[in-house]
């Protein structure tokens, strides 16, 4: 198991899509490619129920990519720190166990991953998804910062990986649009 | 003089269940006026899909009407087209799809014992509560689902909404090597899966007898998996092509499933079902440890599916390891067949119970017209004929959330699949 794993959460159909095309672009941009080999492993997980467990066993880190519904405007991009997360975050979950149950069960059974960030997207009502592009810009610099932090608690230094040179570049991002910073609840209306 | 209390409770969304859906009770004079359990999921349509599709889309479309019990849906329907074709895959699929089942099951089973049905029993909100009390339990039925997913994955390709399935068999056959990994993570649960048939049954389970018929499929030889004939506690045994002759769907105003009646009355699919007729048909260690329990099958105690449950996890490993002694890869993991114009009928138990298919067909194997009749909506009746019981038993004189609970233990009892019989709980209850 890689130290950082990212999990894209949903499906492949409309509607249920908004984590996996993130971490889609992520993989498509190279990211793990910006980590010494081995680091950073992206996954797609379709709702995966307590399967998110075993889904980021062994990791360090894991950042969860999934679609939101907390009456935020649509469009916005909300990290959570797991332990920040109760039910008002408002994950979605089509069947009985979603994430926030497996969450919840991981943290009773003191099995989750010393981190665990989940990057929520907006979804409110909208028939279309939020602007991907917006979406990616926004994401970029934030989980490069969440990967460093990660690495620098377990004293690895940086050794890029085949075809890179140098540190991701967080203020030069490879996917589109303006960098956001760190943290930020970003909303974009659609 | 006790003044009658006038009732009316409504679980607006019913949670740890497949779907979504809603319970409405009204009590008048100490009665139960209205019990009505509202499926009110849209309708999916998934029939109306098919139509135009050609025969080879269908067992990847028919895998998305569920999440836990996408294989049901395949067999089902490829033995409908199958049956069209004239079409025998020979041992070998017939085998690996069912060790493919087995899997099913497991992963299902484990599902619902551990994270859905056992904290209604012990007295739990939910699984994380549950699991901060019994970490071992929890751990063991993660475990246990964990392997059934494996075995999905291996023939499936990945264990939600696999893609391995075909018509005439399987798209790609596991290698040797990967078959005797798998053997032996299969072998190392049984101590786990015996374990849990004693966990079940040492659970604090309400007294709940009922009558009901049991209705499942029958083998000559096997526990029902993937053929039999449909049998019934009542004395039925009909080929499966006879269905429609006895069962009957109908709509109700407050749901979007159908429901099904045998001869117009409710029936009962699924485990108990399944093991109330069938339990010459287990292997005899499961019998064994079903004895030791101490609970006489067949069972009228409706909360005796959980202990159901366990003893098919228990079979399912069994299965799966007698079924992949000796495997050898196959030359071809699947049988060519030559499309023509037909009507088939599949019916296969899902792990909640019988899954009828029928599909009509053009001679160039497009579909005419399909008919899918999912567990959950033959039990929908059931389940309301249990709960009028069941919460009369309790005493329409306790409170509220009293009531609340016990009917959404009933309910969730029948792990009820929403999303594929919708065609599911918020509780209201009125009482006046």
């Known amino acids: 198991m890689s130290p950082v794993c990212i999990l894209g959460i949903g499906s492949p159909f409309a509607g249920d899509d908004l984590g996996w095309l993130l971490a889609k672009a992520l993989e498509r941009a190279g990211l793990p490619r910006y980590f010494p080999a081995g680091m950073v492993h992206i996954t797609l997980c379709d709702r995966p129920g307590s399967l998110l467990l075993p889904a980021m066993r062994g990791a360090r880190l894991a950042i969860l990519l999934d679609a939101m519904r907390s009456g935020a405007p649509p469009g916005t991009l909300r990290r959570m720190d797991m332990l920040e997360l109760d039910d008002s975050a408002g994950l979605l979950s089509s069947h009985g166990f979603g994430v926030a149950e497996a969450l919840a069960l991981g943290r009773a059974l003191e099995e989750l991953p010393p981190r665990v960030l989940i990057y929520g997207i907006e979804t409110g009502q909208a028939p279309s998804p939020p602007p991907l592009s917006d979406l990616e810009a926004l994401l970029w610099p934030a989980i490069i910062d969440d990967i460093r932090i990660c690495m620098d608690e377990l004293r690895i230094s940086y050794v890029p990986s085949a075809g890179t040179t140098s540190f991701p570049p967080v203020n030069a991002n490879p996917i589109a649009g303006e960098p956001c910073g760190k943290g930020l609840v970003c909303s974009h209306a659609l | 003089m006790i003044q009658p209390r006038e009732i009316r409770l409504c679980v607006p969304v019913l949670a740890r269940v497949e779907g979504e859906g809603a319970l409405d009770l009204e009590v008048h004079g100490g009665r139960i006026q209205t019990l009505r359990l509202r499926i009110f999921e849209p309708p999916r349509l998934f029939e109306k899909f098919l139509e135009g599709r050609e025969y080879q889309e269908v067992p990847d479309m028919v895998a998305r009407i569920c999440g836990i019990c996408p294989v049901a849906y395949q067999m089902s329907a490829v033995h409908a087209i199958e049956g069209v074709f004239g079409l025998d895959p020979g041992p070998w699929v017939r085998a690996m799809r069912r060790v493919f089942y087995c899997g099913e099951w497991i992963q299902s089973h484990a599902l619902h014992i551990h994270l859905l049905a056992a904290p209604d029993f012990l007295g739990y909100g939910s699984a994380p509560e549950m699991a901060a009390a019994h970490p071992e339990a929890v751990r063991r039925g993660l475990a246990l689902q964990e392997i059934g997913n494996a075995i999905m994955r291996l023939f499936g390709g990945r ?274």
Not at chain 2, 189 to 197: S, T
Not at chain 2, 383 to 411: C, N, P, T, W
Request: aromatic share 6%; hydrophobic share 40%.
């Open chain 2, 159 to 432: 264990s939600v909404h696999p893609v391995g399935a075909r018509i005439g068999g399987f798209h790609h056959a596991p290698a040797a090597a990967d078959v005797v990994t798998l053997r032996e993570r299969l072998r190392a649960a049984l101590p786990q899966a015996e374990a849990l048939v004693a966990w079940t049954a040492a659970l604090p389970l309400p007294e709940n007898g009922q009558d009901f018929v049991s209705v499942a499929l029958r083998h000559p030889d096997e526990y029902p998996m993937n053929e039999g004939h449909i049998a019934a506690s009542n004395g039925l045994d009909i080929p499966i092509a006879e269905y429609e002759a006895r069962f009957a769907e109908h709509q109700e105003p407050h749901s979007t499933a159908l429901y099904a009646t045998l001869d117009g009355q409710p029936y009962l699919v699924g485990p108990l079902a399944r093991l109330n007729l069938n339990q010459d048909r287990l292997h005899p260690s499961v019998r064994e440890a079903l004895a030791r329990t101490g609970i006489p099958f067949p069972s009228r105690n409706m909360f005796h599916s959980i202990v159901a449950r366990a003893a098919e996890i228990h079979y399912a490993l069994l299965e799966a390891i007698r079924l992949l002694e000796g495997y050898r890869e196959p030359p071809s993991p699947a049988v060519e067949g030559t499309p023509r114009a037909g009507t088939g009928f599949g019916c296969t138990e899902a792990p909640r119970g019988l899954l009828w298919h029928r599909y009509d067909l053009d001679g160039d194997g497009l579909v005419r017209h399909a008919r899918i009749i999912p567990p959950t909506s033959q039990n929908q009746a059931r389940i309301e004929e249990d709960l009028h019981r069941s919460l009369e038993a309790l005493g329409l004189d306790k409170d509220d959330e009293a009531l609340r609970q016990r009917a959404e233990m009933v309910i969730r009892n029948y792990d009820p699949c929403i999303s594929c019989a919708t065609h599911f709980l918020t509780v209201r209850v009125g009482r006046r």
